[in-house]
């Protein structure tokens, strides 16, 4: 099946359903993508339509035989719902591919209704955007490829500033090796001796330029490096594990 019917995908029909049989999936992933982008666009439509309803003068919700279908979390509640027994039926056929699409549109979907600076919305977008759920290898190792340049520009600004290193290709890869190895060696900073490694020379002029302030400074931005990286390569190796499913 499409899951597609004339108004609503019927992702969320699936909510509570029981397969007591093998259940087979004839549309393509593509057309799974685009088929929830409906669902998704459709439950937000009717969404703003509840609101609607219920703000229309005459409205009575002891004489609405839909109330409890009605408002955001009822009609994302129901489209998670329909994608998590579609999850949880792949992982008993072991389609391992399906199950992970299916629990990505999950993830989407209960984000849908979360509020939109609340910590579990935050944390739902930072997963979506560096690994898409768990489902990319790729993605979160171009973005910590993304992470190293940027980090390499702070330092080398930073040090542009502070006057201890010079606007040339030599000082920006001076700043690049810093960073880069950060990445491999992280929360090194915190270490007494780091001044003394070449690699982190620069970061060491710039923690030894005036007060305690700098060396509590760089510290800060160099952890934030470390965790970010951390946690890539949590996302890279997650992804890894469910693409092969290595126990």
Not at 42 to 54: F, G, N, W, Y
Request: charged share 25%; proline share 2%.
């Amino acid at each position: 099946d499409n899951f597609k019917t004339p108004n609503l995908s019927a992702f969320a029909a699936f909510d509570g359903t029981v397969f007591e049989r093998r259940l087979l999936l004839a549309a393509p992933d593509s057309e799974a993508d685009a088929d929830f982008e409906q669902a998704l666009a459709a439950a937000r439509a009717a969404v703003d339509r509840d609101r609607a309803a219920i703000v229309a003068e005459g409205y009575d919700a002891d004489k609405d035989d839909k109330r409890v279908e009605r408002g955001a979390a009822a009609r994302f509640g129901a489209l998670a719902g329909g994608l998590r027994t579609l999850k949880l039926a792949m992982r008993q056929q072991s389609d391992h591919l399906a199950e992970q699409r299916f629990f990505r549109y999950e993830l989407r979907a209960r984000r849908a209704n979360l509020r939109r600076w609340g910590l579990e919305a935050i944390a739902s977008t930072f997963y979506g955007w560096t690994s898409d759920y768990g489902s990319s290898v790729a993605r979160p190792l171009g973005w910590l490829v993304a992470l190293v340049v940027a980090f390499a520009v702070i330092f080398w600004l930073w040090g542009l500033a502070l006057g201890v290193t010079a606007l040339d290709w030599p000082s920006a890869w001076i700043a690049f090796d810093a960073s880069f190895h950060n990445v491999f060696r992280p929360f090194d900073v915190w270490s007494t001796k780091f001044v003394d490694d070449a690699p982190f020379s620069l970061l060491a002029k710039i923690c030894r330029h005036g007060s305690d302030f700098w060396w509590l400074a760089l510290r800060l931005v160099a952890s934030v490096q470390s965790i970010a990286t951390l946690l890539l390569v949590f996302f890279a190796a997650l992804a890894l594990r469910r693409r092969f499913r290595i126990a």
